[in-house]
């Protein structure tokens, strides 16, 4: 008995020493554990993402659907974006800063307010021509589907909603002051209709994506600038 006590105190010892040198050691060298790195394009998952609610709405997509879609695992998804609801938020806020992005890189081939303008609306009527699923705009697919119920996803309709107006409505003000627009409204009524006329454009397309119909449209909207 003596010999297997003296033994067992032994061994308890020899595992207690070890612990604390390997304690001292992470101490010492600050040991920590590799981060875990992301084996992803996150804003090609976005895109897939955003793809899928377009197609599904977001009631429609399932996290088995987002799984398939963007290839990553549900661990993944929920490391990386908390959970499905966080992938949405995140997959239409890069739609938007998509969509803003590339209506600056539009206004941005001419110096004329009013031409900006027109490019924009002319950059809509290529983009729901190239729908040709007819999946519409996403953003304006969700506040419609969940902006009554979902605070989070109201608060980015409107966030979107107010920076088109206010981006309208700063061309409206530099036309109006270098004579290329016309005065009978404010910039903030214009930057309003031009926002609500966009928008009316784009259901209009979803339905009819007719070229000479969007023109027609457009060039009667745009119409309420022109100076007489």
């Not at 490019?119 to 009527?125: E, G, K, L, M, R």
């Not at 983009?127 to 996803?153: F, H, P, T, Y």
């Not at 980015?156 to 409505?169: A, W």
Request: charged share 25%; net charge positive.
């Amino acid at each position: 008995m003596k010999i297997l006590s003296w033994t067992f105190h032994f061994l308890f010892f020899h595992f207690y020493f070890l612990i604390s040198f390997v304690v001292i050691l992470e101490q010492r060298f600050q040991i920590h554990p590799m981060p875990k790195t992301k084996q992803f394009d996150e804003n090609e998952v976005l895109m897939k993402a955003k793809e899928l609610f377009s197609e599904k709405g977001y009631n429609g997509t399932s996290m088995d659907d987002l799984v398939q879609a963007t290839g990553l695992s549900r661990s993944s998804i929920y490391d990386t974006f908390g959970d499905k609801h966080g992938l949405f938020l995140k997959s239409l806020n890069h739609y938007r800063n998509s969509q803003q992005g590339d209506m600056e890189k539009q206004c941005a081939k001419t110096d004329s307010p009013k031409k900006k303008i027109r490019s924009i609306f002319d950059y809509t009527i290529k983009n729901i021509l190239s729908d040709k699923d007819r999946k519409g705009c996403l953003l304006i697919n969700v506040s419609m589907e969940l902006s009554a119920v979902d605070k989070e996803v109201a608060a980015v309709s409107l966030s979107n909603m107010e920076d088109m107006e206010q981006i309208f409505g700063s061309l409206v003000k530099e036309g109006q002051s270098k004579g290329e627009i016309s005065k009978k409204f404010t910039p903030k009524a214009l930057g309003r209709y031009l926002y609500s006329s966009l928008i009316g454009l784009r259901v209009t397309g979803m339905n009819r994506p007719d070229i000479d119909t969007l023109r027609e449209i457009v060039k009667l909207a745009l119409s309420i600038l022109d100076v007489e």
